[in-house]
């Protein structure tokens, strides 16, 4: 079913009165009909059945059935700090991070950050990044969208990182499968968590120390190298499968 998101200001008595981009998308693109159902978030957790009631100009006017439980949010908050990437690998970063259940997603400059953005183009790119956020939160049925943080320099990553409970960094030259497996099965629900990864070309050594005297645990992901845009993936996959299991047993 088709979900969406709307300000919890276009909720009252008893309807949502949906505006924006999302109309034309409903009503030009998916050709939804009144009395067709379709669910939609508040984007603070709480989620609606509705019914299409009418459209009016620039509003479709949705009936609210009921609120439901869907239950789509992780059982902690994750926050993948996600060094620039070249090109625009970060549309898909950001797109699989939020189906894989990421809180938040801050970007941020590396050494070997080869992109260079200037605050014009860092806010347009956010605000792309954000965008895309919101798509891919109404693709997989998400409670709320999450944040698209500014882009920051690895100093004021490392500061945001930590008011976190955990801090995970992979880094290529790390050994000792078996004490990274300990460090992610000890992270219980409830327990916030930032994944740190670096751009191409990883991190360089005096970074990973930095994170190290941050508090900053080093894991490995295997023998293998990881592209940037497939290691903060696979961290994700670990902790989404490993949190939600773990609360389904509590």
Not at 31 to 37: A, F, I, L, N, Y
Not at 198 to 223: C, H, M, Q, W, Y
């Amino acid at each position: 079913m088709q979900q969406f998101f709307a300000e919890p200001s276009w909720i009252r008595d008893g309807r949502i009165y949906l505006t924006g981009p999302d109309v034309n998308h409903i009503r030009n693109v998916l050709r939804m009909k009144p009395g067709e159902d379709v669910r939609v978030s508040d984007g603070n957790g709480a989620v609606y059945l509705c019914c299409i009631s009418a459209y009016e100009e620039k509003t479709a006017v949705l009936d609210i059935l009921r609120e439901l439980d869907p239950d789509t949010e992780l059982p902690s908050k994750i926050v993948l700090f996600q060094g620039l990437p070249k090109g625009d690998k970060m549309d898909l970063i950001v797109q699989k991070a939020v189906e894989l259940g990421a809180y938040s997603v801050i970007p941020f400059a590396a050494k070997r950050s080869i992109v260079k953005l200037d605050d014009k183009k860092a806010q347009k790119r956010q605000q792309r990044w954000q965008a895309i956020a919101k798509g891919a939160a109404e693709q997989s049925g998400r409670s709320l969208i999450p944040e698209i943080g500014r882009v920051r320099s690895f100093t004021e990553a490392l500061e945001a990182a930590s008011a976190l409970d955990v801090v995970l960094i992979p880094y290529e030259l790390e050994e000792g499968m078996k004490r990274s497996a300990q460090l992610i099965g000890n992270i219980m629900p409830g327990q916030s968590v930032g994944i740190f990864i670096g751009p191409e070309g990883g991190f360089e050594e005096d970074e990973v120390n930095r994170a190290k005297e941050s508090g900053a645990e080093p894991i490995t992901l295997g023998k293998r190298i990881l592209r940037t845009e497939t290691a903060g993936m696979a961290v994700l996959s670990i902790l989404m499968y490993h949190l939600e299991s773990r609360n389904h047993n509590l």
